[in-house]
Structure formats: C-alpha cells, structure tokens
C-alpha cells in the first residue's frame, strides 16, 4: 500500500544486504536492527512500540532458532514478519454480531478521518455478505453531514434515518436511540451510527460519543482513524479510549502518500484488533484487515491470498467454465475475450493488484507508469468489430483494420498490436488448457517439463541433438538451446533485452507462482 511504501523500502533494502552473508554475526544483527529502528521511527511508529519491537526482534535473531537455520538471513526475515503480525494486532477480528438483531454499530473519530464515508462502505459491504443495514444521521454538528451521509447512502444502495436537518439543529442522543427503535420495527438486521467528530480532542465530544453509546447499547464501537495523522495518531486513540472505549480500529486512506506508520502502533498501544482498512475512495474500496497480509506487504511478500478473493469474487464460476471448455476446443475469440477483460476491471485498479505480488516492491517505477486506461482502449478497439470479425480475427485483412482503427480513434498499428497479443494469449491459453507449459515470450517454457507444451518441443525431442558437449546437448534436447530462435522483448511489456532469458532464480519463482516445485 502506498502509505508503507517508504517504510518497505527500507526494510527490503536491509533485508538485501542481510542475504548477502552466509553466517550471521552479533554485529550483522545488530547492524540490521539498527536499520529497523530508523525505518520504523523515520516512518512515524510510535518509540514504545518500536523499542519493544526491536527488542524482541534482537532476542530472537540472536538465539538457537537461527544460528541453527541452514538460512540465517531468511529466518530474521520470518522473525520481523512475525513480529509485524503481532503489533499489527496479531489476527484477524471480524465483527461481532447480535444475538438477536439488530446489531449496533457506532463509528467514533476526528472530523475528517473518513466516518461518513466508511459508513457507507460498510454497508455496502454488508449488503453484499447478505446484511440489511440502516444508516443513522447522528452527526448534527458539521455543515451538511446529514446531507453528505444522505448521498452515501444512496450511493451504497442502503436505507438512512435521518429526521433531523443538522447544521447544529437536533439532538444526536435522540436520534440515535431513536434510529435504533425505527430499525427493529423495519426488521433491518444492522445499524451503523454515524455520530459528529472535531477537529481535535475535546470534553465536549467525548461527552456526546459516550451519551450516544450509553443510550443504544452498541454491539461495536468502531474507530476511524486517519493513516495519514502522524504521531497525534496514538494520543487521539488513547484519548478515544478512556472516553468512549472503542471495541475496534478501521485505518484510513491507507493509499495516501504519508509515512503512516503511526497507524502500526494503534494496535499495540490500545490493545484494540484493526478490523477494517480504507484503501481508495469509492465505496467498494474496504478490505477486512488481515495483519499478516498486511505484514507481508509491508514487507514485499506479497499478499496472494487477498487477490485470489477478489478474483473469485469479480469473475463469475459458470462464465470461466464455458471460457475453459472454449479454450480446450480452440474457439475462444475476441468476444471471450472482451468479456474477460470486463470481469478482470471489475476486480479494480491494475497498480494495486500488481502491488500485491510477491517482489513487485522492487518494480515500482515500472508498475507506477502502468497505463490503466490501456485495457479502455482494448476495449475500443474490440468493440469497433463486427460480431463477425470478433468472432474470426483471422479474416481482418487491411481494409478491415483500417475501418475498426478510425471507428475507435485509433492507428492501425495498434489494432496490428492487439491482435499479434490476442493470438499470443490464446496460444498459451490453449497450451495450458491442454495440460502443457506455456512458451512466454522473452522467458521460453516455463514450470513443469521443459519441452513438453508444444509440438515444436515434441519434434526437438524426438530429433535429438547433434551438439558434442553433453550439458548444450542436453539443453537443447529440452527446448531452451542456444538454437532455439531469440525471443523479442518482454512478455510483461517490462522492456527485456531481445533473446534475453531469466536466471535460474527467476524461473523458480515463476514455478512456483504457477504452482510447481
């Protein structure tokens, strides 16, 4: 996420020079945890919790579990990532919901730390697990809160209760008692109460937070804290908690560019779970908090397990049964294609979900200038086709592309590139649905057995090689010779040397990516 960026960085840059030894001495995990401490104070974590972090990281760098490891540098990585997971709140917390409905929950926090939005977002995201959940205007206090809550709602698809007018005019104790009544007569199953925040810390909001939560009872009192405050963020929390006593955290435009590191220490100095992270401004932009993915981001190792949820719930099961089965028999065409790419967009931002892979922290500059609107003008260009041409590209002749390229804004070269790209793709797409490995361009066969996905794999196989050194013989027998044609370019658009082919170490994480061992 953007808002740990510098401090992964940092970490990852002090993990890369800890690999380079073979044996770890005292002062190499002195040295690394002095680089741990100024990452984490440079990012704004609070001091207590990175003296008690480091302490514990050096105590354990130091003991049996990794002298003994036949990977020192590995196991201090896996020490301060489970050690993250812990000040991150250690696991994850989900809401707690009412025995009998409905369940009350009630969002405390500053002026401008996101409440109003984040209510919305919530009850979008309840709607979706099933949940019928009420809005109540209980911030009476901000120029038009009601009505900026009253916009989110609809936005979210959720009903709101809101009698009162605000701008100063009401009693939000009232409000959101009666809220409370009007949703059980309504049989809605959930409330979220959004109540009024300030500035800064005052007598006056407490006051009116802990009126509000004695009046209806709530089932959670959630906190909504800017990611982006800075070191005010600890003493705002302790403040909430001796006034209110919150039962959870939600984190903030955690996509902002702030150091936010602040927000790693909430956790650990209030001993309350994070159970939610706001990551962008639309409403469907709110993840559940996961501290150890959120350790392994930090930490560039990814976050699969979050990807593979939203894939799964972006595209639909029935619709990639039928583009399987087209595959298998070759028949997959543009219009499969399209509609891929509609269900991919779905998933969202492109840059995030590349962010999410492991070891992309040090490809940033080349995920940063990633064009998002590049799949919109796929999408053009595909739907300036007949049904007919989309159906059979092979028939796109000159003419034909000269008429989709001016029907779209495009040049012809470009509609020359897409369908070079859909060929490519389908090619691989076939192979694998046959059960072979892929040929990706500038990387050769990759996973499984090399050779093994093609007939030209086949055909080198069967013939041999001539070649008297055993090991160029051998390697040539495999498909990945030093006669096998040089590739052009990146498969990734990443701006490979032409004929380039990955390390050893490439290869195996792309194996295990895919699944191999």
């Known amino acids: 996420m953007a808002t740990f960026g510098t401090l992964s960085d940092r970490l990852t840059e002090t993990f890369r020079n800890l690999r380079t030894k073979g044996k770890l001495t005292p002062a190499d995990v002195d040295g690394t945890v002095r680089e ?4 984490l104070l440079d990012a704004d974590v609070a001091l207590v919790v990175v003296k008690e972090f480091t302490a514990k990281v050096r105590e354990r760098a130091l003991s049996d579990e990794v002298n003994k490891a036949l990977n020192p540098a590995q196991q201090v990585v896996q020490i301060v990532n489970e050690e993250l997971i812990h000040i991150l709140g250690g696991r994850q917390r989900r809401l707690q919901f009412a025995k009998t409905a409905p369940t009350v929950i009630m969002l405390a926090g500053l002026q401008g730390s996101g409440k109003t939005t984040f209510a919305g977002k919530l009850a979008k995201l309840l709607e979706s697990d099933g949940h019928t959940p009420m809005l109540v205007a209980a911030d009476l206090q901000r120029p038009n809160a009601v009505n900026q809550l009253q916009v989110v709602a609809e936005r979210a698809g959720a009903a709101i209760y809101a009698p009162e007018p605000g701008n100063g005019v009401g009693d939000p104790v009232k409000v959101a008692r009666e809220g409370v009544e009007a949703a059980r007569r309504q049989q809605y199953d959930t409330v979220i109460i959004d109540t009024a925040g300030r500035l800064g810390v005052d007598a006056e909001l407490m006051k009116q937070a802990a009126d509000i939560r004695r009046a209806v009872n709530p089932d959670e009192v959630l906190f909504v804290i800017d990611a982006m405050i800075g070191q005010d963020a600890v003493n705002t929390a302790k403040a909430f908690q001796d006034g209110v006593d919150f039962t959870g955290v939600v984190l903030s435009k955690l996509d902002g560019d702030a150091r ?16 939610y992270a706001s990551t962008g401004e639309g409403l469907d932009d709110l993840e559940p908090f996961h501290p150890d993915r959120m350790a392994s981001r930090i930490l560039d190792l990814g976050d699969i397990l979050t990807l593979i949820e939203q894939a799964q719930q972006a595209f639909d099961e029935a619709e990639a049964l039928k ?6 028999s070759e028949t997959f065409t543009l219009e499969d294609f399209l509609d891929q790419m509609q269900q991919f967009k779905k998933m969202g931002s492109m840059k995030k979900m590349l962010s999410m892979l492991p070891g992309t922290g040090q490809m940033k500059q080349q995920i940063e200038n990633f064009d998002e609107r590049e799949i919109d003008r796929t999408e053009a260009i595909i739907r300036s086709m007949t049904p007919y041409e989309r159906r059979n590209p092979k028939i796109l002749n000159g003419s034909r592309r000269l008429r989709i390229a001016r029907g779209c804004g495009m040049t012809v070269t470009d509609v020359n590139q897409l369908v070079q790209r859909f060929d490519q793709a389908a090619k691989m797409m076939k192979t694998v649905a046959r059960g072979g490995v892929p040929n990706i361009p500038g990387m050769g066969p990759v996973g499984g057995k090399p050779g093994a996905s093609s007939k030209r794999g086949k055909q080198q196989k069967a013939k041999g090689s001539r070649s008297g050194n055993p090991a160029k013989r051998a390697a040539e027998n495999a498909g990945v010779g030093a006669e096998a044609p040089a590739a052009q ?11 380039a082919q990955p390390s050893e170490a490439d290869l195996a994480a792309v194996q295990k990516l895919l699944g191999g061992r």
């Not at 741990?36 to 990452?39: C, D, F, S, T, Y």
């Not at 583009?323 to 298998?328: C, T």
């Not at 990146?490 to 040397?497: A, D, E, I, Q, Y």
Request: proline share 5%; hydrophobic share 45%; net charge positive.
């Open 489 to 499: 370019g990146s498969g990734f658009g990443l701006g490979g040397k032409p004929g």
């Open 323 to 328: 583009v399987a089965e087209k595959l298998a």
């Open 36 to 39: 741990i401490r100024r990452a």
């Open 260 to 275: 936010g590191g602040a927000a790693l220490s909430v956790a650990s100095i209030t001993g309350r779970p994070i159970i």
